[in-house]
């Protein structure tokens, strides 16, 4: 479950190659803002299995910069809504320690099951400027570490090798119990 077009095609295309097709709800859901992305997620999916009574799953990421303390972090949708790429860049503007990460949880939960949640973080820097065309939100000033591109110059499979949402699915196929076990799915 997300309301953003781009993390479903991101998600779903990545579920494809394990074979894992998903349905996108594209329906808004109670997101408590709070300290972590794994404790936003769970009173979600919680909400959602009641609501639906199927399994379901949440992808929630955010963007942690060093120098801002952490900000954007959980509120980084709100943050771009509200100051887009230019004005995170406006932010950091003379920062000498432009540090940040990309957090991605992913949390399943089916009824009368635990949630589950796999965690992918992606340590990087924010560029100077805005570079590249290709995905969305902070993409364009996102480097991550090792690489010289942002995430939206790369291509999407070269982005889902080294993102934080490709680490957090990859963890998700390879950790999810039902998943793992023989002829899971």
Not at 28 to 38: A, D, I, K, M, N
Request: charged content about 25%.
């Amino acid at each position: 479950m997300t309301t953003n077009d781009g993390k479903f095609r991101e998600v779903s295309q990545q579920m494809a190659l394990h074979g894992l097709q998903l349905e996108h709800l594209k329906m808004p859901y109670p997101e408590l803002q709070t300290e972590s992305l794994e404790s936003t997620i769970i009173p979600g999916l919680l909400w959602l299995v009641s609501k639906f009574e199927r399994p379901v799953m949440i992808d929630d990421s955010g963007l942690f910069v060093d120098a801002l303390k952490g900000f954007p972090g959980v509120f980084s949708s709100h943050a771009f809504k509200t100051l887009g790429c230019e004005g995170m860049l406006c932010l950091l503007e003379g920062a000498e320690m432009r540090d940040a990460r990309f957090e991605c949880c992913i949390g399943y939960l089916a009824p009368g099951e635990d949630p589950f949640i796999a965690k992918g973080i992606a340590k990087g820097s924010i560029s100077a400027e805005m570079r590249g065309r290709g995905g969305f939100g902070y993409d364009p000033i996102f480097v991550p570490e090792g690489r010289s591109k942002t995430y939206a110059e790369m291509e999407v499979d070269e982005k889902n090798e080294v993102s934080h949402r490709g680490i957090a699915i990859r963890k998700f196929v390879e950790e999810m119990p039902r998943l793992s076990e023989p002829g899971g799915q």
